[in-house]
Antibody, heavy 119, light 110 residues
Framework: DVQLLQSGGGLVQSGGSLRLSCAAS????????MSWLRQAPGKGPEWVSD????????YYADSVRGRFTTSRDNAKNTLYLQMNSLSADDTAVYYC?????????????WGQGTTVTVS | QAALTQPPSVSGSPGQSVTVSCTGT?????????VSWYLQAPGTAPKLLIF???NRPSGVPDRFSGSKFDNTASLTISGLQAEDEGDYYC??????????FGGGTKVSVL
């Protein structure tokens, strides 16, 4: 089965850091661009970042640029999101997702989500 | 960048057709054919219904269809079913190499 399994969420103090992981299985991870999104309580999804299949191209929302870093290890089939200088506004459920084709064309496989709470 | 504009709610009876609109600008919806639609049930991740304006992933029923005219994209659900209830979100790629989402539309089946 095609699957994205997330880990790394939790409670962190304002100004702190956290790294999220997203382990892919059931498909050729290195052939797909990947995305991070988040959803604050009671709100709609917010796009956070995209990374190309090779890992060289990276894109960020203005709200996280300079604080968050997306990376991937294609040998380990894993996507990462390093989050620094966290604030209460970053509290949300974070999702990783697979780009259906190319990049920015739609997200067809989603992780289960992991909660990040900044106090 | 401002979010895409969706109506807060849409409702219809079983079997009817309903349309959800998604209005952006000439820098996103109007310029790129990279509009997607998602359905989100409570407590779950969004599910992709439509990508690239009018393409359905495998497994999505053909009663879901997408279109676009100028700066407005639309999702039409033909033959509304009870299981179609939920929150629908549109998204679009933008000229800033980012992705923006709509505020969401709650679809109710009467």
């Amino acid at each position: 089965d095609v699957q994205l399994l997330q880990s790394g969420g939790g409670l962190v103090q304002s100004g702190g850091s956290l790294r999220l992981s997203c382990a892919a299985s059931g498909f050729t991870f290195s052939s797909y661009a990947m995305s991070w999104l988040r959803q604050a309580p009671g709100k709609g999804p917010e796009w956070v970042s995209d990374i190309g299949a090779s890992g060289y191209s990276k894109y960020y929302a203005d709200s996280v640029r300079g604080r968050f870093t997306t990376s991937r290890d294609n040998a380990k089939n894993t996507l990462y999101l390093q989050m620094n200088s966290l604030s209460a506004d970053d509290t949300a459920v974070y999702y990783c997702a697979r780009d259906v084709s190319g990049i920015f064309n739609g997200l067809d496989v989603w992780g289960q989500g992991t909660t990040v709470t900044v106090s | 960048q401002a979010a895409l504009t969706q109506p807060p709610s849409v409702s219809g009876s079983p079997g009817q057709s309903v349309t959800v609109s998604c209005t952006g600008t000439s820098s996103d919806v109007g310029y790129f054919n990279r509009v997607s639609w998602y359905l989100q049930a409570p407590g779950t991740a969004p599910k992709l219904l439509i990508f690239e304006v009018n393409n359905r992933p495998s497994g999505v029923p053909d009663r879901f269809s997408g279109s676009k005219f100028d700066n407005t994209a639309s999702l039409t659900i033909s033959g509304l079913q009870a299981e179609d209830e939920g929150d629908y979100y549109c998204s679009s790629y933008t000229s800033s190499s980012t992705v923006i989402f709509g505020g969401g539309t709650k679809v109710s089946v009467l």
